[in-house]
């Protein structure tokens, strides 16, 4: 018999989530200018400019995936942990932390997040997942379809907020209209 998970373990989702972006968003947009103008004095302006981020298309790029982590979330607690979007959603968290310490491991310096990647994402996702297995909550069979699916929306969400800001933003050239 499934016992329905502790409530920390699905809001709490959203809570690591909300505190480990927070970091993210104060610290990405002057980190992303420092390697843009690295890059740039490389010769390779053009790369710059797509790493480089302001603090509006920062913000709005997290609060587009917050959506999707909030729903998890709330999914999780509705369903006792069972949900494969809940699941997929903690799953990918989890697996984040990989992409953040080899990040600074290969820039050999501090990246966005990864003061509170060892805590608030492998630790909260360590805990959560010895949880739902004590509670013997079964894992969804989509689990990991959803996990690749959400990682998918960190990208598209700057490419959006990108669109979204262009007009606000002033870019060194105009990118020709479609």
Same mark, same amino acid.
């Given at each position: 018999? =499934?016992? =329905?998970?502790?409530?920390? /373990?699905?809001? #709490? ?19 992303? @200018? ?6 740039? +004095?490389?010769? +390779?302006a053009v790369v710059g400019h797509l790493v480089r981020r302001t603090r509006t298309e920062v913000w ?5 995936? &917050? ?11 509705? =369903? ?6 809940? @699941? #997929?959603? +903690?799953?990918?968290?989890?697996? $984040?932390?990989?992409s953040h310490i080899g990040g600074t491991v290969t820039a050999r310096a501090y990246t966005p997040g ?14 959560? /997942?010895?949880?739902?297995? @004590? ?15 959400? &990682? ?12 979204? +800001?262009? $007009? ?11």
């Amino acid at each position: 018999m =499934t016992r =329905t998970p502790a409530r920390w /373990a699905t809001w #709490g989702l959203l809570g690591a989530w909300t505190l480990h972006d927070l970091e993210e968003a104060v610290t990405m947009p002057g980190w992303t @200018q420092r390697v843009a103008d690295d890059l740039d +004095l490389r010769g +390779l302006a053009v790369v710059g400019h797509l790493v480089r981020r302001t603090r509006t298309e920062v913000w709005t790029a997290i609060a587009l995936v &917050g959506v999707p982590f909030a729903v998890a979330a709330a999914e999780g607690a509705r =369903t006792g942990g069972r949900s494969a979007l809940y @699941q #997929g959603a +903690l799953l990918g968290y989890g697996l $984040h932390a990989i992409s953040h310490i080899g990040g600074t491991v290969t820039a050999r310096a501090y990246t966005p997040g990864l003061v509170t990647t060892p805590v608030l994402v492998a630790g909260f996702s360590i805990a959560t /997942a010895a949880e739902l297995v @004590q509670r013997r909550v079964p894992l969804h069979p989509a689990t990991t379809a959803v996990a690749m699916a959400l &990682g998918a929306c960190v990208p598209l969400s700057h490419v959006i907020a990108r669109r979204i +800001l262009r $007009h606000r933003i002033r870019l060194p050239w105009r990118p020709r209209a479609a």
